[in-house]
């Protein structure tokens, strides 16, 4: 048996994480053609790398069909109610860094502040007909950040890519989503409100805490840990 470790199957996330855990005598790299998912584990013993895409290991951690898993703390928290009840953090890895945040038109002069935009969302509908639309695809973090604010009239409106185009498009007044250098924020005339991000997110290692341990696994894994100076 094997201690299966989850990582994203492509792109920095991918690359980024193997220099992690190559920097600490763990060789990770994909087996065969660079178009197969699965994986090659050198340095330790008993553990089986599984590549998978960034936004499905938070579910699978959940279901304990991975023991661990590097992804975005931004996912998992989104993809999973309680995520702390069904994962632990073990580790920050240093990259994959991004903030999730409330954008709004650069034009709205006088909104700076979440109060601002509660103020602006509580007038909108008699003025608009409709609700403040805020487009994004973090809705579970989102909708608990704007209750914990007090800003209660919108509507949140899905959006899976290219959110930050959704404002020129007319389907919603303000977006969710995350940012790094700004330059999308920018290049589509939003501006950021409030102080504090939504979530502060970056590229971690978690253990699933409802993954089943066979005999040898949990050896293995204690190795891994020892390998990267973790406690585990
Ligand atoms: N500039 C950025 N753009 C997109 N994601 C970023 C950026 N910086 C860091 N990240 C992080 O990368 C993770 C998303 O990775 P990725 O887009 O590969 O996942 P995914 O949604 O599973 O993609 P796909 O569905 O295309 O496989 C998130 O945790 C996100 O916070
Ligand atoms: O602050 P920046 O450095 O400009 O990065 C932020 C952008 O990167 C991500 O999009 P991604 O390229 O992953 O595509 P997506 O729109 O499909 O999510 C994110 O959704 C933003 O659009």
């Given at each position: 048996m094997t201690v299966k470790l989850g990582v994203p199957s492509k792109g920095r996330l991918m690359e980024k994480t193997f220099d992690w855990f190559g920097s600490r005598g763990v060789t990770l790299s994909k087996a065969g053609s660079e178009r197969e998912?699965?994986?090659?584990?050198?340095?330790?013993?008993?553990?089986?790398?599984?590549?998978?895409?960034?936004?499905?290991?938070?579910?699978?951690?959940?279901?304990?069909?991975?023991?661990?898993?590097?992804?975005?703390?931004?996912?998992?928290?989104?993809?999973?109610?309680?995520?702390?009840?069904?994962?632990?953090e073990l580790a920050p890895l240093g990259f994959g860094h991004a903030d999730l945040i409330i954008a709004v038109?650069?034009?709205?002069?006088?909104?700076e502040t979440l109060d601002d935009l509660d103020a602006v969302a509580s007038n909108f509908r008699r003025l608009h007909g409709h609700r403040m639309r805020i487009a994004t695809k973090y809705h579970r973090m989102v909708r608990e950040f704007l209750r914990e604010h007090g800003v209660a009239d919108y509507l949140l409106v899905d959006s899976q890519g290219a959110t930050e185009g959704t404002v020129k498009n007319l389907t919603a007044e303000a977006i969710a989503d995350i940012t790094s250098t700004g330059e999308t924020l920018r290049a589509n005339h939003l501006k950021i409100i409030g102080g504090e991000p939504v979530h502060r997110s970056?590229?971690?290692?978690?253990?699933?805490?409802?993954?089943?341990?066979?005999?040898?696994?949990?050896?293995?894994?204690?190795?891994?840990?020892r390998m990267l100076d973790l406690d585990g």
């Open positions: 998912y699965s994986g090659v584990v050198e340095g330790v013993e008993g553990i089986e790398l599984v590549l998978l895409s960034a936004g499905e290991i938070p579910r699978e951690l959940h279901r304990g069909r991975i023991h661990l898993g590097v992804t975005g703390t931004d996912l998992v928290r989104e993809k999973l109610a309680h995520w702390d009840q069904s994962v632990k038109p650069r034009a709205w002069v006088d909104v970056q590229a971690t290692l978690f253990k699933s805490r409802n993954a089943p341990w066979a005999d040898g696994e949990r050896d293995a894994y204690l190795a891994l840990m």
